[in-house]
């Protein structure tokens, strides 16, 4: 099972969290048809809402969103809290996006997303949700996050995500953020850029069957890293059809009223897991009927 170990080294002052996600991303893979362009940028950026979402204390759920002006335009994911674990759910809006590998043999996520912003939304425990937005520094997520520490946070980290994809499917995936907190003495932000500059690829550890405790183990091994806390994480959606049936009651009095004279049936897709919610004509009248702002009659 895909699962998130938070850990601290350097006698606390550096904070890590890293994960093994390769099933979850393979599912959100195979929910969407990603093409292997799309599911890295989709993998890394879920793998990284996971990551964060672990680590923000009186959150609710995070969200990301890159925003850019390449071929993929958006891709979303969302962590929350899910059980005894964390859910994770995310789509990319053109998941067919695959582009020629780059000059380094590695996916062109940053030609896939092109320029643009990242956007984080924090929802506490109270529902208020707190977001920030910054420009993308590359486009390849990982240095996308690491940028949204430096600034919204005014947190140095280190930010390592991969997803290892091929055309029949997601061969691992996975990602480490390791922050460094205050009080770190400077041997210790020398001693994490040396490690971090040595880490061999996630998604190498990963498919030679490194677990998320061995991914700390590969950043922090001179750094006496202790293990705090692992955490299951899986593929899970917060869609419902409680949430569509309000859906069609937002859409108003002009629009319901002729949905039910045309007595139209409504099929709605969840963006996120695409999940299929069929409301037939009775359904609609009756959702028309229950909404207070109107009561519309079929006709013929």
Sequence with gaps: MDHLVTATAAEGTVR?????????????RDRHDCA????AALGRLMTAAALMGSGLKGARRVALQVAGD??????????????????????????????????????????????????????LENGQPYTGIVELTSGEIGDDIAGYYASSEQTPSVVALGVLASPK??????????????????????????AAAKLPPVTALVRA????????????????????QRLPLRFACRCSRQKVE?????LGAATLGEMVREH??????????GRVY?????????LASSDGRTRPRPQG
Excluded: W
């Design 246 to 250: 309000l859906a069609i009651r937002s």
């Design 169 to 194: 499917g997601i061969l691992a995936a996975g990602g480490v953020i390791a922050e460094l907190m205050p009080g770190a003495r400077e041997h210790t932000i020398d001693a994490l850029a040396d």
């Design 70 to 123: 390449g071929p993929l335009r958006n891709v979303v994911a969302e962590a929350f809290e899910s059980g005894e674990g964390i859910g994770v759910r995310g789509y990319a809006l053109h998941p067919d996006v695959d582009l020629p590998l780059a000059h380094n043999g590695k996916f062109n996520v940053s030609g896939a997303v092109g320029r643009g912003v990242l956007q984080v939304t924090r929802t």
């Design 209 to 228: 069957g490194a677990d998320a405790p061995a991914l700390v183990r590969a950043l922090a091994a001179n750094m006496e890293p202790k293990l705090l």
């Design 16 to 28: 890590i969290r890293a994960a093994v996600t390769t099933r979850l991303v393979a599912e959100a």
């Design 278 to 286: 069929e409301l037939t004509s009775d359904e609609v009248a009756t």
């Design 264 to 273: 139209r049936s409504q099929d709605v897709t969840c963006d996120y897991c």
């Design 36 to 39: 292997p362009t799309a599911s």
